[in-house]
């Protein structure tokens, strides 16, 4: 069965991103590059990603993917990208990339289907993943906590979820990270949603 998945690193206190949307900090970590053994086990089960236009823009800047198409399927591979923006963006050339707008229950079911029998990694930001999580449509959040802090910027998860919808369910160190990994219930605090 098809799960969404919130799987992203944090800052010590609690920011994914720079008041610009930069992961600049990330990198400066030792390990922050990403690319283990461990993720890469992680992305073997992924069918499709999703991000929002923060998240995606980064990634086409930094990486100069406009330029550097192929960094894309170097990454990420053949997998569909779903993108969700009020703005029109560039799509990188010859990579999969679908552009939603609203609400993401209303684009749920072409993501899963689009995801075959994998799972879906909502790669950020932490206000996409909120939202799917008010839809009652994620699974599970995984976050590796890096040894750093910022001043302020992009909250982890902008909302608030309560411990009753959330279960621990791991927790591993990966070099300088530690990383929790959390299932979660649906918002009638009864339900599983996977």
């Known amino acids: 069965m098809t799960r969404a998945i919130f799987y992203t690193a944090t800052t010590l206190n609690g920011f994914l991103a720079d008041d610009q949307h930069s992961l600049d ?4 970590v030792p390990g922050g590059e990403g690319g283990g053994d461990d993720f890469q086990r992680f992305l073997a089960g992924i069918g499709v990603l999703v991000q929002g236009s923060s998240t995606y823009e980064w990634v ?20 569909p990208t779903w993108v969700f923006s009020s703005r029109d963006l560039p799509a990188v050339p010859g990579a999969d990339i679908r552009f939603a707008r609203g609400e993401v229950v209303d684009s749920w079911d072409q993501i899963r289907a689009s995801a075959g029998e994998r799972d879906v990694w909502i790669v950020g930001g932490g206000d996409l993943a ?4 008010d839809a009652g449509l994620l699974d599970e959040i ?5 040894p750093a802090t910022l001043p302020s910027g992009a909250p982890l998860l902008p909302r608030r979820i309560g411990s009753e919808r959330l279960e621990l369910t791991d927790v591993r160190r990966a070099g300088a990270f530690a990383e929790l990994t959390y299932r979660v219930m649906s918002p009638d605090r009864s339900v599983h949603v996977g």
């Open 60 to 79: 086409l800047e930094h990486e100069e993917l406009l330029a550097h198409p192929e960094k894309w399927q170097e990454f990420y591979g053949e997998r």
């Open 25 to 28: 900090w990330l990198f400066q």
């Open 142 to 146: 995984r976050v590796s906590i890096a």
């Open 130 to 133: 909120g939202q799917f999580a």
